[in-house]
């Protein structure tokens, strides 16, 4: 006879059956309902085409992804099989998760290049120039690694007039972003000419860091021009795209960045004999020059200048000599017509004006009351004027003179004797 089983005590025997028998499986399907839980938990459906299963990926886990879960992709679960008892439903415990066909860290690097090209990291608009003479820089990476002692005997050889101050950070593992990022920040506020960050070669794996976006955000906000000399030729990291130069290797680097001091004395050596050559032509052209001018003084000397000024100012002499000769004897024949002409012109002046005078006694006597005694005759006066008795009207005032009396006036009644 069958025991009657509660419902929590089936469950209790199925999540152990379930648990024993699946307790590591490895999973492939696609994904899809993806959650990131505030709490750092990832759910998620995993499924193919006919079915589908129930995921959940803890924090710790979750915390060791080194690419993004997206919607679609195809992957490889390593879990175990669990049963949540108070709901009878089963799930996958996912201890890792791999892209299907390709590595965890090849989709992670992608998906990070094409998150940063899409926030201008990679904008060949922001990037910083170098300087061509550099005086201090800073070298982060490993002071035990090969890649160090390449960069120090490089700048040797190339150019001493350098200070270099290294910054030894961990360039493998885990920690090693966050070194790398802390270090740029700090020698970005040393007023450094150039930074320059790498280490050698080595597997994916080993360059990670350089891959890391903590790094890659260190990089874009730095003020100082930053070079990035991770691995060999053929390895390109996320640090190569964002710096101001990609360097294929550290050697490289020093050579990229560094004048060659050999070279330098040979681009002096040019300089000065193509200085020497210039100055010569230079000379030899101001030489015809001061010859020329030489000869032109000679022509235009100031000496010969006043002669010519005194020739000038002689032949103007003689010229105004002769002017004023001229116009003296013009004036003494016009004086000579005039001192003829003016006794005649003074007796014809006086005549007209005696005549004149006698013209203006005889008006002077007409109009003189004192000529006017004619018995009941007066010269009629209006506003110190003489006027005649026609010209006076009504309500005028008026005056009557005679050489002896005045009477003043006024017009009464005015009638025409007819």
Known sequence: MLMTLTVSALNEQIKSLLEESFSRVLVEGELSRITFHNSGHIYFTLKDSFSA??????????????????EGMKVVIDGAITLYKPRGAYQINCFSIEPAGQGALAVAYEQLKLKLANQGYFDTQRKKSLPQFPSKIALITSETGAALQDMLRVANRRYRALEIDIYDVLVQGESAAPSIANAIKITDTKEYDIIVIGRGGGSLEDLWAFNEEIVADAIFYARTPIVSAVGHEIDWMISDFVADLRAPTPSAAMEMILPDTNELYLSLDGVATQFTER???????????????????????VEKL???KKEEIAK???????????????????????????????DTTLNIAQHQLLNLKKMLESNNPKYKNKKGFAQIVKESKVVALSSLEVDDIFEAQSDMFVVRAKVLQKEKIK
């Open 279 to 301: 100055l010569h032509n230079k000379i030899a052209t101001y030489k015809q020059e001061v010859l020329h001018l030489k000869n032109l003084y000679a022509q235009h000397s």
């Open 306 to 308: 006043l002669e010519q």
């Open 316 to 346: 103007l002499k003689n010229d105004f000599t002769h002017t004023i000769a001229f116009k003296l004897q013009g004036y003494e024949k016009d004086m000579l017509s005039l001192k003829q002409r003016f006794p005649q012109a003074i």
């Open 53 to 70: 299963l129930s995921a959940v990926m803890f924090r710790g886990n979750a915390s060791k992804l080194k690419f993004r879960l997206e």
